[in-house]
């Protein structure tokens, strides 16, 4: 890797990828050699396969001719992936391409647009019922660890990975099979919801299984983590490009089943991924239960089973009783009991900041269904409403956010990644509720008395700014954990990580339920019977106010450090019976891919 500092360009050691083969073939090395990363098999360097850097991103090295000009882009990006292929397998960045682009990216950016008009036109659900179905359809997400821990001791045919991904894969395709070819209407929203479930499943436990892979392989090639960050989030971010981009076509057919159907192909190829052994594993020599490895790590596998079990509750408390008082002292419970359980297995320093993001996520109540209902539903339930249609809603609107989300990016890496992690989660907070203010503008209808079309004013507010500042308000989250993580046991570790924000989530959509039963909001779409009355309430207080809280949680539960710093574990500190040792910061993808996929719009 050649890296760029105040003295110029600073080579620094060669890495290897590969070992030697039983044919005989050597390894490779890639290494610095005159301001070039150059290979090497066996002691002889290969003059075609040379790499310009800066960094760790590999760009082409040769002059361009307008021919070459022409087709810089194509020939860098090819370099780039076979240098990614040589450091971290050509097996796992396909895989990568599975995963991220083909599930995370389409299938689920399908399924999630289609999920709006299918829920309204189809089942005619009201906002509570949505919202409360939604956490149901998500809790997959929140069992992570207890996939993790069940991957890590118990083998299938030798395999820790394989089959259980090829297991969910057919769940998950069978699943869009039947959302998308047979019609379902009023009454059969369970059905709806249990397809919804197996499609997760699949994704989540995809995700999991890859994102364990490939930040095993960050840590061998610490070299590469960079570009594995870009191959990851450019897959998944043209993946939902090419999701929306289906979508336009579909949802002006008005048949909303069709885009189930599409994304039938991009789930049915992981099947044949899975099959054919694309993600590198090695075979375990046995089938038995990993009964040491229990015993070792015992209080992450009893904290990943109790977790799966609060996740199990939280979603059958939500189909079980709609009594709003039953739901929020049952959401209380596993939220005060979660907290606490932290502190049982994790060092002080990461349960302490596990808990903060835990608490954030919580508090930070969400109610997105009324705010999706009030902006597309007809006149008869919102007099004077947006009165929305699903193409501006679901598709221009996305477009338009997915690249301002980069922007919020940019302008984190720029003007925030330098400052204290204090600082940061400060700055997060308060854009966090600076981003609830165009929303209750659009309520209140000032932007009419200012003379600005409800598009425009939600082009501009919900579709430019917010994304970028909720982007800019996630990253510090990232980095946070990034560098608490500890080593070993990636699987289960990054599932806990991810499940405890996800739980977070899904506490916080429940107390969302509670919040907009006792606001009186109204959305019956059979009858035309709506209220909104409420609903800038809701905002100021659920969307505002509740954000804020992060800012004195952050003197009690998160270390006052640089952003660059690295966060030096207690000696004696442990993680389900293993020391942690002391050394540089997980990677941020890591981090970021275990919470999930970036900044998203819960208020």
Not at 99 to 128: I, M, N
Not at 193 to 211: G, I, K, M, P, R
Not at 451 to 475: H, N, S
Not at 502 to 527: K, R, Y
């Amino acid at each position: 890797d050649i890296r760029e500092g105040r003295g110029g360009l600073h080579p620094r050691p060669c890495f290897k990828r590969g070992e030697l083969s039983k044919s005989g073939t050597p390894p490779i090395w890639i290494c610095a050699r005159e301001g070039k990363i150059q290979e090497r098999r066996g002691g002889q360097w290969d003059p075609r396969r040379q790499h310009r850097t800066r960094g760790s991103s590999m760009t082409v090295g040769t002059g361009r001719g307008i021919h070459g000009t022409l087709s810089y882009p194509f020939t860098a990006v090819g370099n780039w992936l076979r240098m990614l292929s040589d450091a971290v397998s050509w097996q796992l960045v396909a895989f990568i391409f599975s995963c991220h682009f083909c599930l995370k990216g389409v299938t689920l950016g399908l399924v999630g647009q289609a999920g709006l008009p299918f829920s309204q036109q189809y089942l005619k659900l009201s906002a509570e019922a949505t919202q409360r179905l939604g956490i149901v359809a998500m809790f997959p997400w929140s069992i992570k660890p207890l996939v993790g821990m069940i991957s890590d001791v118990l083998p299938i045919a030798g395999y820790h990975k394989r089959y259980y991904m090829l297991v969910v894969s057919v769940f998950g395709a069978a699943a869009l099979v039947y959302l998308g070819s047979v019609p379902i209407g009023p009454g059969q929203a369970l059905v709806y919801v249990a397809a919804l479930v197996l499609v997760n499943l699949q994704v989540s436990v995809v995700d999991l299984l890859t994102e364990g892979k490939y930040t095993e392989k960050m840590r061998l090639v610490p070299e590469v983590s960079s570009d594995v960050v870009s191959l990851v989030w450019s897959n998944q971010t043209a993946g939902g490009l090419l999701a929306t981009a289906i979508s336009f076509f579909a949802l002006q057919t008005k048949n909303y089943r069709a885009m189930f159907f599409c994304a039938v192909p991009f789930s049915v190829q992981a099947i044949f991924t899975s099959v054919a052994g694309l993600l590198p594993e090695d075979r375990s020599e046995t089938n038995a239960v990993k009964t040491d490895l229990l015993i070792k790590h015992r209080s992450m596998f009893v904290l990943g089973t109790f977790m799966g079990v609060v996740c199990v509750l939280l979603a059958a408390i939500q189909l079980v009783t709609t009594d709003m008082y039953t739901q929020l002292a049952v959401t209380l419970l596993c939220a005060i009991v979660l907290s606490l359980s932290m502190f049982w297995c994790m060092p002080l320093k990461l349960a302490k900041a596990t808990l903060f993001l835990f608490l954030t996520n919580t508090v930070s109540v969400s109610f997105g269904s009324a705010m999706q209902y009030w902006y597309t539903v007809d006149d008869r339930c919102n007099p004077g409403g947006p009165h929305f249609d699903y193409l501006f809603f679901t598709v221009y609107t996305a477009i338009i956010a997915q690249l301002f989300s980069a922007v919020g990016i940019l302008l984190f890496n720029s003007y925030f990644s330098k400052i204290r992690m204090r600082k940061a989660l400060w700055i997060s907070a308060v854009i966090s509720s600076a981003a609830s203010i165009g929303d209750f503008a659009m309520v209140m209808r000032w932007n009419l008395r200012w003379g600005i079309p409800d598009k425009w004013f939600y082009l501009v507010g919900d579709t430019i700014l917010e994304p970028m500042v909720l982007m800019m308000a996630f990253m510090p989250s990232t980095v946070l954990i990034s560098k608490m993580c500890p080593k070993n046991m990636e699987a289960t570790t990054f599932a806990i990580l991810a499940s405890f924000s996800n739980l977070g989530g899904a506490l916080s959509s429940s107390f969302g339920v509670f919040a907009m039963q006792a606001a009186g909001i109204q959305t019956d779409l059979e009858v035309g019977q709506c209220n909104f009355d409420n609903l800038p309430h809701l905002i100021v207080i659920c969307g505002m106010i509740f954000p804020l809280t992060a800012i004195p949680l952050t003197f009690v539960l998160i270390p006052d450090i640089d952003m660059h710093d690295t966060v030096d574990m207690d000696e004696d500190d442990r993680i389900g019976g293993d020391e942690v040792k002391r050394e540089e910061a997980t990677p941020l993808v890591a981090a970021a891919a275990a919470m999930g996929m970036g900044a998203t719009k819960t208020d």
